[in-house]
């Protein structure tokens, strides 16, 4: 049974760096892009970024592009998200997702996931 784990979440000031990991077992997800999407109270789940199976392509959304860098290690079956310069409005539950038909023109669609981790909370206070 495929799943995704996330973690690394928290509770920290405006500016504080965090690293959140995402672990992938269960299945092979080889071919598969990998993705970050948030969803803060009340919003729709939004795109955060995504890297394709071999790191060599990665999409970040503007609003956290220069801050936010997705990576993989695919030896750990493991994505993270590397976050530094956190604002108050990065404040929501961070999710990792598995897409096995995402391209360039739907990468930012949650619906094009397949699989979902159940999140981990990230809290920026100002």
């Known amino acids: 049974q495929a799943q995704l784990v996330e973690s690394g979440g928290g509770l920290v000031q405006a500016g504080a760096s965090l690293r959140l990991s995402c672990a992938a077992s269960?299945?092979?997800?080889?071919?598969?892009?990998m993705g970050w999407f948030r969803q803060a109270p009340g919003k729709e789940r939004e795109f955060v970024a995504a890297?394709?199976?071999?790191?060599?392509?990665?999409y970040t959304a503007n609003s956290v592009k220069g801050r936010f860098t997705i990576s993989k290690d695919n030896a750990q079956n493991t994505v993270y998200l590397q976050m530094i310069n956190l604002e108050p409005e990065d404040t929501a539950l961070y999710f990792c997702?598995?897409?096995?038909?995402?391209?360039?023109?739907?990468?930012?669609?949650?619906?094009?996931?397949?699989?979902w981790g159940q999140g981990t909370q990230v809290t920026v206070s100002s």
């Open positions: 890297i394709a199976w071999s790191g060599r392509q990665t």
């Open positions: 997702a598995a897409g096995r038909y995402v391209s360039t023109s739907n990468y930012d669609l949650p619906r094009i996931y397949n699989y």
């Open positions: 269960g299945r092979t997800f080889t071919g598969y892009v």
